[in-house]
């Protein structure tokens, strides 16, 4: 790497995708949940194609503030959730 960058291996970049789903699975809320988990996909489908180092190391570090910030707002958010139900999760 002449430029000094450091890419993210692949194994890193799954595993930071698993870590943002699992995040995502801790919002209570139905609606919150299933949006982060959108959200997250799109985000590594968007940029899927990258080849510049600059631009994956870039893409990679904001994927990890954005897990960190999913994180926070997981537990802030589940101390304030409501308690009923999303119609999408009642069984009948």
Do not use: C, W
Request: charge should be positive.
């Amino acid at each position: 790497m002449a430029s000094g960058v450091l890419t993210p291996t692949r194994s890193e970049v799954l595993s930071l995708l698993r870590s943002l789903l699992r995040t995502a699975g801790d919002f209570s809320d139905y609606n919150i949940r299933e949006y982060a988990k959108r959200r997250t996909i799109d985000g590594f489908r968007q940029n899927r194609h990258l080849s510049d180092p600059s631009t994956i190391s870039a893409a990679f570090s904001e994927a990890k503030s954005q897990l960190e910030i999913a994180k926070r707002q997981a537990i802030v958010y589940n101390l304030y959730a409501p308690k009923a139900k999303s119609v999408m999760e009642i069984k009948q």
